[in-house]
């Protein structure tokens, strides 16, 4: 009876601890008076774990705010230099590779175009181990707590990934990786772990339930609902949605999808045939579809496609918000990044006339603050989230 009750001591004080972090990481800088009111926990119980937090160096002071007639409040933050993370953005493309803080501020990154693989699994691998190496270099790895990779496609079982859009099905990418470093490896859905960046640290923080479109050469969207501790994160093949019947042949096998429209390939395709060019697609679509946006200032077929791609982007946020009614649509990945800030009146004029009113007037459309690099920094979030529900504890 004695070791069942230190047992549930024992759990009760690493539940206590993790969700302080997870709150004080996720909200932070706060207060111990903000944990206290937050978590419900009591003022000593919050004054004892954050103490074990600071001197395990997960934590530290930041600085103090002024409080309505009392002494200066305290605020708290995570510690940057408490480790590193490695996240990994394996896309249609590209390898990008990026090493973070603990506070997931940006310490190095590379990028592997995926030209001449053939999107062949070891060679992919190849191109991650690489990278992994390469962003490491000089440093530490003992300091690094986990790498997170984001994949294009399925995960199941911890590894197995099902990814059409490379061909694979079934393809064990963990095996390819986890035998060649030090960490503890971490896969799942780029969408997903987009929707997780954006939620806890971009355009989706403070949103009840955020819709986050990834845009790239796939479209995806993840769908979170806030929650105490971390946000529920969904995703879905909205690219794959029809948005034209009988439209452009999609690389699904389909025609009229979505991504058809707006995938940054789709996108420089079209601008290529107004133009009179040949496309300029693989690794350099992103350089090529900054050069559109950029020429659109002038009009033209570049200012038309731009038109046409808001335009259809807008009735696929008009679906989801007539499905889901979201409180924000947030626009990021790479090709969001590039071309969000051009077409975004698009986009919004599109889902006004296209959503119900009474959920288009209450949905915000923004754009994501993570930058290209999003995706490779929410694979990153997936070895700080175990780190965060394990207390900030690494062993």
């Given at each position: 009876?004695?070791?069942?009750?230190?047992?549930?001591?024992?759990?009760?004080?690493?539940?206590?601890?993790?969700?302080?972090?997870?709150?004080?990481?996720?909200?932070?800088?706060?207060?111990?008076?903000?944990?206290?009111?937050?978590?419900?926990?009591?003022?000593?119980?919050?004054?004892?774990?954050?103490?074990?937090?600071?001197?395990?160096?997960?934590?530290?002071?930041?600085?103090?705010?002024?409080?309505?007639?009392?002494?200066?409040?305290?605020?708290?933050?995570?510690?940057?230099?408490?480790?590193?993370?490695?996240?990994?953005?394996?896309?249609?493309?590209?390898?990008?590779?990026?090493?973070?803080?603990?506070?997931?501020?940006?310490l190095a990154t590379v990028r592997h175009p995926l030209v001449g693989t053939r999107l062949d699994p070891d060679e992919v691998a190849g191109l991650v181990r690489t990278g992994i190496a390469e962003v490491l270099a000089?440093?530490?790895?003992?300091?690094?707590?986990?790498?997170?990779?984001?994949?294009?496609?399925?995960?199941?079982?911890?590894?197995?990934?099902?990814?059409?859009?490379?061909?694979?099905?079934?393809?064990?990418?963990?095996?390819?990786?986890?035998?060649?470093?030090?960490?503890?490896?971490?896969?799942?859905?780029?969408?997903?772990?987009?929707?997780?960046?954006?939620?806890?640290?971009?355009?989706?923080?403070?949103?009840?339930?955020?819709?986050?479109?990834?845009?790239?050469?796939?479209?995806?969207?993840?769908?979170?609902?806030?929650?105490?501790?971390?946000?529920?994160?969904?995703?879905?093949?909205?690219?794959?949605?029809?948005v034209k019947a009988a439209g452009a042949a999609c690389r699904c096998g389909s025609h009229g999808c979505l991504?058809?429209?707006?995938?940054?390939?789709?996108?420089?395709?079209?601008?290529?045939?107004?133009?009179?060019?040949?496309?300029?697609?693989?690794?350099?679509?992103?350089?090529?579809?900054?050069?559109?946006?950029?020429?659109?200032?002038?009009?033209?077929?570049?200012?038309?496609?731009?038109?046409?791609?808001?335009?259809?982007?807008?009735?696929?946020?008009?679906?989801?918000?007539?499905?889901?009614?979201?409180?924000?649509?947030?626009?990021?990945?790479?090709?969001?990044?590039?071309?969000?800030?051009?077409?975004?009146?698009?986009?919004?004029?599109?889902?006004?006339?296209?959503?119900?009113?009474?959920?288009?007037?209450?949905?915000?459309?923004?754009?994501?603050?993570?930058?290209?690099?999003?995706?490779?920094?929410?694979?990153?979030?997936?070895?700080?989230?175990?780190?965060?529900?394990?207390?900030?504890?690494?062993?």
């Amino acid at each position: 009876m004695t070791q069942v009750v230190r047992q549930t001591t024992r759990d009760l004080r690493r539940h206590n601890r993790a969700a302080l972090l997870s709150s004080l990481y996720l909200r932070g800088p706060v207060s111990r008076l903000e944990l206290v009111a937050e978590s419900g926990l009591s003022a000593a119980t919050v004054t004892n774990v954050v103490s074990e937090l600071i001197a395990d160096g997960v934590v530290a002071e930041a600085g103090s705010v002024e409080s309505d007639g009392g002494r200066p409040r305290t605020l708290l933050a995570v510690r940057p230099g408490f480790g590193q993370v490695v996240g990994v953005d394996v896309s249609e493309t590209h390898v990008e590779v990026g090493l973070f803080d603990w506070a997931l501020g940006t310490l190095a990154t590379v990028r592997h175009p995926l030209v001449g693989t053939r999107l062949d699994p070891d060679e992919v691998a190849g191109l991650v181990r690489t990278g992994i190496a390469e962003v490491l270099a000089g440093g530490d790895p003992e300091a690094v707590f986990g790498v997170g990779i984001g994949v294009p496609g399925a995960v199941r079982d911890g590894g197995i990934v099902h990814a059409p859009t490379l061909g694979w099905s079934g393809v064990n990418f963990a095996d390819l990786i986890h035998p060649h470093i030090q960490a503890p490896l971490h896969l799942d859905n780029r969408a997903r772990t987009l929707g997780q960046a954006e939620m806890w640290r971009g355009a989706g923080r403070g949103a009840e339930r955020a819709i986050v479109a990834l845009l790239g050469v796939g479209v995806g969207a993840a769908v979170a609902t806030a929650g105490r501790s971390h946000p529920g994160i969904t995703t879905s093949e909205w690219g794959h949605t029809v948005v034209k019947a009988a439209g452009a042949a999609c690389r699904c096998g389909s025609h009229g999808c979505l991504e058809a429209y707006v995938g940054v390939e789709a996108v420089v395709r079209r601008y290529a045939a107004l133009a009179g060019k040949e496309p300029v697609i693989g690794d350099e679509s992103d350089v090529e579809l900054a050069r559109i946006v950029a020429e659109a200032l002038r009009g033209g077929p570049a200012a038309d496609v731009l038109a046409e791609t808001g335009e259809y982007l807008g009735i696929g946020i008009a679906n989801l918000i007539n499905l889901l009614s979201p409180d924000r649509v947030v626009l990021s990945g790479s090709a969001g990044a590039i071309m969000g800030p051009a077409i975004l009146p698009a986009v919004r004029d599109a889902v006004g006339r296209h959503a119900l009113g009474y959920l288009a007037e209450r949905t915000e459309v923004v754009l994501g603050r993570l930058g290209p690099e999003a995706v490779a920094l929410g694979a990153a979030t997936l070895p700080i989230a175990e780190l965060l529900a394990n207390g900030g504890r690494t062993g």
